[in-house]
């Protein structure tokens, strides 16, 4: 899971699995293959880098 945060910061989690696009409109804007949308105040370089930290936990994690 990834910690995003609202314009407000307002901290809530998001399932990386679920992402389907996220985009820089000027807010990042993450939208999940329900076709739900979420404005958030991190940017996308950000949220690209928690996507990749939270999949290479999960590899690490299985190799144990």
Same mark, same amino acid.
């Given at each position: 899971?990834?910690? $995003? %945060?609202?314009?407000?910061?307002?901290?809530? !989690?998001?399932?990386?699995?679920?992402?389907?696009?996220?985009?820089?409109? @000027?807010? *990042?804007? !993450? *939208?999940? *293959?329900?076709? %739900?949308?979420? $404005?958030?105040? +991190? @940017? !996308?370089? +950000? !949220?690209?880098?928690?996507?990749?930290?939270? %999949?290479?936990?999960?590899?690490?994690? +299985?190799?144990?």
């Amino acid at each position: 899971m990834i910690r $995003v %945060h609202r314009l407000n910061g307002e901290e809530f !989690i998001l399932n990386p699995n679920h992402i389907e696009l996220v985009e820089a409109r @000027p807010d *990042t804007v !993450i *939208t999940l *293959t329900n076709e %739900h949308k979420y $404005v958030v105040a +991190d @940017p !996308i370089e +950000d !949220i690209l880098k928690m996507i990749r930290d939270y %999949h290479r936990s999960l590899f690490l994690r +299985d190799g144990e």
